[in-house]
């Protein structure tokens, strides 16, 4: 092989090694420092847009943590819905092993009843001790069980 044909094999091999190493360093990184989290601010709500239906408010108004690390955690419930799970992007964050990165969605349906999906999460979610799936139907002081993790709707 020619000189110059290894000089360029071994700039190959230090610009891999290189990529490599940094990579490493943006893994390690991200594990000690963890997930950066976005405000969900937006600008100014538009008006009465903060106000549910009134099934809504004569349903569940909060979802409490009353059981896990977050126990004591509680989240409104918004017109919007929750996404829970894992990942940053969530409303209500888990710290919980067990959960997925995104594994519930609590939405309010057009009859101004509260549902819950499962999103083809890993360990499922269960109610009254039996896996769910989508649609599920949900009233005040419904448990729901995420891993080690134990949800309630309140008023």
Do not use: K
């Not at 000189?3 to 893994?27: D, K, M, Y």
Request: glycine share 14%; hydrophobic share 40%; charged share 20%.
């Amino acid at each position: 092989m020619s000189e110059l044909t290894l000089n360029i094999i071994r700039l190959g091999i230090l610009a891999l090694l290189w990529a490599f190493v940094f990579s490493v360093v943006g893994a390690l990184r991200g594990d000690l420092y963890g997930t950066r989290v976005l405000t969900r601010s937006g600008g100014r709500p538009e008006r009465g847009a903060g106000r549910a239906p009134r099934a809504a408010r004569r349903g569940p108004q909060t979802l409490a943590v009353v059981a896990g690390s977050l126990r004591g955690t509680t989240v409104p419930l918004n017109e919007a819905g929750l996404l829970i799970g894992r990942n940053p992007e969530c409303s209500l964050v888990l710290t919980d092993d067990y959960a997925s990165g995104r594994h519930l969605r609590l939405y309010l349906g057009p009859d101004g009843v509260w549902y819950a999906d499962d999103l083809d999460s890993t360990n499922g979610t269960f109610i009254n001790n039996q896996r769910i799936g989508t649609g599920h139907r949900l009233e005040v002081g419904t448990q729901i069980r995420i891993g080690q993790t134990v949800l309630e709707l309140q008023r």
